[in-house]
Structures are given as C-alpha cells and as structure tokens.
C-alpha cells in the first residue's frame, strides 16, 4: 500500500502545486506578473548562476524565480503535469505548437546539417522544413509513408550527407492522413548513424494521438512535440505548443526559448491547467465517438474509403505499428467520398451540428478539405504521393453523442449528388 503510484489523470488536480505558498486557495491562482522579488542580493545572484547556466545546481536547489520569460509558477506547474503523462524528465511550454516545433528544430539543425523527415507533415511544418530550414542551409530529405527504415538508411547513405544527419522528425499518425510511422525502428536508424561525437536525434509530433494514447519516448525517441491547441487544449479557446524529453535536450531548448521569448502567457498556463483535469475523460469519449463514427462511414455508398486507426486490416504493416505503439485508434477520421471537390463541399457545406473549421482535437466535431484547407500550401506533386486529395474530408470528433453526430453526416451525404459517369471515372 505504501508505495502506490497514482495515475496521471488523478494527479491533474494537484501536482506540482502547494495551496499553502498561495492563501490556501485550491487552485493555482494566475500569476500575472512580470517580475519577482527576490529576499535578498545573494538570492537574486544565486538564481541568475543557476539560470544562466554559470555554476551547476547544487543537490535540492531549485532554479528560483526571477522573470516570466525565464520561469513563472503556472508554466512550472504546468510543465511538471504535462511530464506525467509521458514519463519526461522535463517539458518547456510554448505560445503556439509552431513555436515548439521551429525552436526545437533551430536549436538542434545548424547549416549543413541534414533533416531527415516524414511525410505527410502538419502544413506549418512543412512549409518550415521545405521553405525556411533551407535558407538558411539545412538540407532536407522527405521520407513518404510506405518507406520503411531500411530504405531510408539507403536513401541517407545515397545523399552522401549521412554524416551530416542531425535529426530524424517524425509525424505519426500523420496529419491528414493518419499514416502510421514506427517510432523505435526510425530511432533505432538514427542510433545507426550517430557516432560518439554527434547523437542523430529522434522527434515526433504526437498532436494526433497525445498525451493519452502514444508515448514515444517509451520507443526511443528523444523528445516529443505538442500543439497543445488541440487536445491538451480541447476546448477550442487557446493557441499553445509543449516539447517534452530529457534533462539535456531539454535545459537547450528552454535556453533558447528563453532568447526567443516565445513561452507560453500565465493566463494561457493557466487555462491549460484547467483543461489537463478532464484530459482523460474528453479523449476516452472522443476516441469512442470516433469508433462508432468511422464504423458507420465505412459502410456508406457514397464513401469510397475511411482512413481511420480503428478500421486498419489486421494483415497490414500499419495495424503491427498501430498495435506496437498506440493504445486507441484516437478521433481523428479521413474520409474519401465517391467524386470530388464538388461532393466534398456538398458534405461540408450541409452539416448542421459539425462546425467547418480547421484545427482538431476540441471538444466540438470539426470537418475540414485538407486538400484546399490545412494543406493547400503543399507541392502539388508531393500531395499526389501522400494521396491527399480533392475527395478527402478531414474529421475531428468531439465529445457529442455519437448519435448525433451519425445522424448529421447521414443527412449532409443525402445531399451529394453524385452524377454516374463521375463515379465510374473518378
Ligand atoms: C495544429 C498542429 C500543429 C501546429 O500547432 P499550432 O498550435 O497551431 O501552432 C503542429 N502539428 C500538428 C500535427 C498539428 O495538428
């Protein structure tokens, strides 16, 4: 009995805060404030040692606060809940999941470095990657969904930059299309290529699936990136990012978050600490909605397919990652309707309860036309190879009554008309 490990949902409510530093209040108050005073002139020199990285920490000193770039109680707190869930050592919290993503990537991608990265990537992050890393000389090589670790160790060494590979950035499942990557075989390869100088690191944006359903640090990866806009944040209020991973990786991320100055507002902290306490609970039902979503979208006529985790064929590569390394197909359902933009819009334009909106992950169900929407930016050739086109809607399901929801998407697909010869030529 004395050694009980509580779960991470349990702890929402209370860890990493002290009621008796705050009146006594229950929750933690928000600490909209810019400075903080320090007791005394030593104090305020030993906490800039530690901050700026003079002298190391020495056993049971804690960093003290100092300003609210560098630290602030609602981010702490906030940073010290996120790490529960995925068994971190250490989170930093950021403005927007873009901040985490690029910071973390300029932090760790120096000019002639070599990114090798996964396809499809969340649109931001591909216009980051494809247009801004090679400005500034980080060459990038693009891995699509079926190559597996084995042909990208022989596109790595075939670039002639295998020395130069620095990270390895993974998006799975992968925004639109839920295609699966498998986490412990794309970090192995980057143990293949690190040496004792120079450690590949491994990345992934766990948005889809996280906190609840995939931990990839658990299958080797290095650090793991959030938007948190999406189901950390979940209630569709807030714009926020978090990057989670060990003591090293992450003391260099938090420096140049510092200098960057993109962390997270107390407010935002704030709400986000409200949001983690129901986590659990939104995610269960979202992802059981999802199931009974997808079930009955797999067997309608006017649905050519639906990609969803929860209906991938048992003999397939997908279904053995999915098993390796999620715990629930999630909520997140692609579908492709018979036709194209025209029936796709016919869809979108006639739902009553889904809202047409980008972004996921909230508690209220969003459709969306990633092929004119979320990834319109994208090279055209390249959407043709991640099979992201005008027939596929993108569907982010909330909390409704799955009912509910059957019955709105029923009643906007009797709205599509399909003319035959499109059908037989599509
Ligand atoms: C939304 C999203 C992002 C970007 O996050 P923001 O909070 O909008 O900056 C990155 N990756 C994925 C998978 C996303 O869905």
Not at 376 to 390: C, F, H, R, W, Y
Not at 399 to 414: F, G, M, N, P, Y
Request: hydrophobic share 40%; aromatic share 8%; proline share 4%.
């Amino acid at each position: 009995m004395k050694n009980h490990k509580f779960n991470p949902e349990s702890l929402m409510m209370s860890h990493g805060y002290k009621p008796e530093l705050s009146e006594g209040a229950i929750k933690c108050p928000i600490f909209q404030t810019s400075t903080f005073v320090f007791k005394t002139a030593e104090e305020g020199k030993a906490f800039f040692e530690i901050a700026y990285g003079l002298r190391k920490k020495d056993e049971n000193e804690e960093l003290g606060l100092i300003y609210s770039r560098i630290n602030n109680p609602n981010l702490e707190i906030l940073e010290n809940r996120l790490c529960l869930w995925d068994k971190a050592d250490d989170c930093a919290v950021f403005e927007s999941g873009m901040s985490a993503i690029s910071t973390v990537l300029l932090e760790f991608l120096k000019p002639g470095d070599l990114l090798v990265y996964s396809n499809p990537v969340y649109g931001g992050t591909d216009h980051f990657i494809n247009h801004f890393l090679p400005s500034i000389g980080v060459h990038v090589l693009g891995v699509q969904p079926n190559q597996n670790a084995e042909v990208v160790k022989a596109m790595i060494e075939k670039s002639g930059k295998a020395d130069k590979l620095a990270m390895i950035y993974m998006e799975t499942p992968a925004n639109p299309t839920n295609d699966l990557i498998d986490i412990e075989s794309f970090s192995n390869l980057a143990k293949h290529f690190s040496t004792s100088e120079r450690k590949v690191l491994t990345a992934v944006d766990n948005t889809y699936m996280g906190p609840l359903w995939q931990h990839p640090l658990e299958h080797g990866a290095d650090l793991v990136l959030y938007s948190a806009t999406k189901y950390i944040g979940g209630h569709s209020d807030l714009i926020a990012g978090a990057v989670l991973g060990n003591q090293e990786v992450m003391g260099r991320v938090k420096v140049l978050r510092t200098f960057l100055g993109n962390m997270i507002s107390p407010n935002t902290a704030w709400l986000l600490l409200r949001s983690l306490e129901t986590l659990k609970i939104r995610m269960d039902q979202q992802t059981k909605g999802a199931q009974e979503v997808a079930a009955y979208l797999n067997n309608h006529p006017k649905i050519e397919s639906v990609n969803y985790l929860g209906l991938l064929p048992e003999d397939s590569e997908q279904y053995r990652i999915y098993k390796k390394q999620c715990s629930a197909p999630g909520a997140m359902i692609t579908m492709n309707i018979k036709g194209g933009e025209k029936e796709a819009f016919q869809v979108l334009n006639n739902l009553k309860l889904v809202k047409l909106a980008v972004s996921l992950g909230g508690t209220e169900s969003l459709a969306q036309h990633p092929n004119t929407m979320t990834h319109a930016g994208v090279d055209p050739e390249q959407k043709k190879l991640m099979n992201i086109t005008s027939k596929m809607i993108r569907l982010s399901i909330g909390v409704e009554a799955a009912k509910d929801l059957i019955w709105d998407l029923s009643q906007a697909l009797d709205k599509v008309t399909i003319e035959e010869n499109e059908v037989a030529y599509s």
